[in-house]
């Protein structure tokens, strides 16, 4: 089974800093875009940056400037360096994963890990 483990959350005061980790395993075929979400109490899961196999990042303008979405394809692993940490960017962070695993035909699922917790507070 592909899975996908996300590790970094953590307590940080404002202006502060974190780096996300992301790990996919299991029978891979191959690894398309990856990404991260975030999602707070009551509210819904938003996109925060996403990046493809190409390298092609895309942000959140809530982020930009803020955050920085980069992966390592021989680690099959996504991460999110995030610095100048504000109380909004509290919420537990999910890692996105395109994926086509061995023997599906080539057929591509979203694959999505079980969250790490972000928070911001002085």
């Known amino acids: 089974q592909v899975q996908l483990v996300e590790s970094g959350g953590g307590l940080v005061q404002p202006g502060g800093s974190l780096r996300l980790s992301c790990a996919a395993s299991g029978s891979i075929f191959s690894i398309n875009a990856m990404g991260w979400y975030r999602q707070a109490p009551g509210k819904q899961r938003d996109l925060v940056a996403t990046i493809t196999n190409g390298r092609i990042t895309n942000y959140a303008d809530s982020v930009k400037g803020r955050f920085t979405i980069s992966r390592d394809n021989a680690k099959s692993t996504v991460y999110l360096q995030m610095n100048s940490l504000k109380p909004e960017d509290t919420a537990v962070y999910y890692c996105?994963?395109?994926?086509?695993?061995?023997?599906?035909?080539?057929?591509?699922?979203?694959?999505w890990g079980q969250g790490t917790q972000v928070t911001v507070s002085s």
């Open positions: 996105n994963a395109h994926i086509t695993p061995i023997g599906s035909g080539r057929s591509t699922s979203a694959y």
